[in-house]
Structure formats: structure tokens, C-alpha cells
């Protein structure tokens, strides 16, 4: 070895200019694979879930289709929809919700401080001053809570509401429940979407009302022959 190194490389000096280049650039090229490190896996990881993408519509469009529709949407009298905002658990009315519930909260806020103030001036030494103040203060809490702005911006948005859920008349006779809009949660499903599709192809579901009854269509369902076998609507 040390003969070895005296042949190729003869001074001391440049000996150790050579190693130390080489410890530089081989740190050099390790922080740049680490820099670049995310991106690339990003790229893997891209190409992956497209892959796995495509192969789910091509299982998808072979085992599922001709009864969940090629696009999903469900077919009358065969099986319901997958492709639903119901299986996903969008609420059409959060938006209405939300706000009733910001509104509704207020008036609590107000009804709350008025309560600890109102013990407060039952209670004993309390000054005359002090007492004033609090009588002030209820008189203002109780002009915010008959404030009819709030009371018309609710009865505004309960009317608004009303009219979104007689727009969705169509989905909610297909199973859609407004005040309960995840299926998951229509069912009391405490796991994951993929543990719930997975446990219906092993055992079947009780299907939504819409496809009718006795439509049993997955593992045992399929099994004991409950599956429908005509078509009633083109998909
Ligand atoms: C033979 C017709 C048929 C085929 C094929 C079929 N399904 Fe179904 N599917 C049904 C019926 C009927 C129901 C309702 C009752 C049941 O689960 O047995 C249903 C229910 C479901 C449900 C539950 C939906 C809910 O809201 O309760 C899921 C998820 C589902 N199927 C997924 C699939 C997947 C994924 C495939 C393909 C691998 C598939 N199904 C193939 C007929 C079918």
C-alpha cells in the first residue's frame, strides 16, 4: 500500500492536495444527490399513484363498472352510486350551517356573560359603582341579542337552505340524507373509506334504498345469489 501510493503519486504534498480534493468533491456530489433527493422521489412517487391510478380504472372498468356505471354514477335497480358526493362525505350545506352556527353562537356568548354578571350582582359587596357598571352592561347585552340584523341574516339563511335542499330533492331520493351527508357516517362506519369499500366487496352491504331491495350484490350477498342480474337502466 505504501509502495503503491509512492509510485503514483511521488511528493507528500500533492498527496495530501489529492486527498483533500477528492474528501471536497465527494462531498460535493453527496450534498447534491441530498439537495435533489425530494424532487426526485416527488417524481417517483408521481409516477407511481399515476400508474396505480390507471390500473384502478382498468380493475374499475373490468369488475365494477357494469354494475356502478363506467362512470361511477350507479345504475337504477343495480347498484348505487361510488362516484357520489355521499360516499365522500361532501356536505352541500356546510356553507348555510356554518354560518346559522356562528350566529347562533354569539347569541350564547352574550347569554353566558349576562348570567356570570347577573350572579355577580345577586351576590354580596358589590359597590355601587361596580353595580352600575354591570347594569350598563346587561342592558347592552340584552340590545345585542334582540339585534333583528342577526334574526333576519338567520331566517335568511334558514330560507337559503330550504331552497338548497329542495334543489337536491333528486340526490336525497336517491339516499343523499342532508343532515347526514357521509355515508360512512349514515352507516356509524368508524374506519377508513378504503376499509369500507374493502369490507363491502368481502361481505356485501345492505344496499341504499334506491336500488331496491334485496340487491345483495358482494361476498356473501353475491354468493347466496341476491345479486341482480337484469339491467333496468343503460349506464
Ligand atoms: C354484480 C353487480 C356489482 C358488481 C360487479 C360490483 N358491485 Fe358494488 N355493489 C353492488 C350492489 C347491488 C351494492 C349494494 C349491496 C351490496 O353491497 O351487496 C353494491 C355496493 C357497493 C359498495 C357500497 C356502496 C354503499 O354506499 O353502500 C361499494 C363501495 C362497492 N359496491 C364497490 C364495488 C367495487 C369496487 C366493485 C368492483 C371491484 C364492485 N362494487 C362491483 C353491485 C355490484
Known amino acids: 500500500m505504501h509502495l503503491f ?4 503519486i511521488e511528493r507528500i504534498e500533492n498527496r495530501i492536495l489529492v486527498g483533500t480534493i477528492a474528501f471536497v468533491g465527494i462531498m460535493v456530489l453527496v450534498g447534491w444527490v441530498a439537495i435533489n433527493e425530494n424532487a426526485r422521489m416527488a417524481s417517483f412517487t408521481r409516477q407511481y399513484s399515476a400508474r396505480s391510478i390507471e390500473r384502478g380504472a382498468e380493475l374499475f372498468a373490468a369488475n365494477c363498472s357494469t354494475c356502478h356505471g ?3 354514477r350507479g345504475a337504477q335497480l343495480r347498484a348505487p352510486a361510488l362516484n357520489s358526493p355521499h360516499l365522500f362525505g361532501f356536505d352541500y350545506l356546510a356553507q348555510w350551517d356554518d354560518e346559522i352556527d356562528t350566529l347562533n353562537r354569539e347569541v350564547e356568548t352574550l347569554e353566558a356573560e349576562k348570567l356570570t354578571l347577573q350572579d355577580e350582582l345577586a351576590g354580596e359587596g358589590v359597590t355601587e359603582r361596580r353595580r352600575e357598571a354591570i347594569e350598563t352592561r346587561i342592558a347592552e347585552i340584552d340590545a345585542e341579542i334582540a339585534n333583528p340584523e342577526r334574526q333576519a341574516r338567520i331566517e335568511e339563511l334558514q330560507s337559503e337552505r330550504e331552497q338548497q335542499i329542495s334543489a337536491m330533492s333528486a340526490a ?11 355515508r360512512l357516517d349514515q352507516l356509524g362506519w368508524g374506519g377508513t373509506r378504503e376499509s369500507f369499500i374493502q369490507t363491502t366487496l368481502i361481505h356485501g352491504r345492505r344496499p341504499v334504498s334506491a336500488i331496491g331491495p334485496r340487491r ?3 361476498g356473501a350477498n353475491a354468493a347466496a345469489g341476491h345479486c341482480a342480474t337484469t339491467r333496468s337502466t343503460t349506464s
Do not use: A, E, N, Q
Open 216 to 218: 345483495w350484490c358482494h
Open 70 to 72: 363506467t362512470d361511477g
Open 5 to 8: 501510493g509512492r509510485m503514483l
Open 172 to 182: 336525497i331520493d336517491l339516499g343523499y340524507d342532508p343532515d347526514v351527508p357521509s
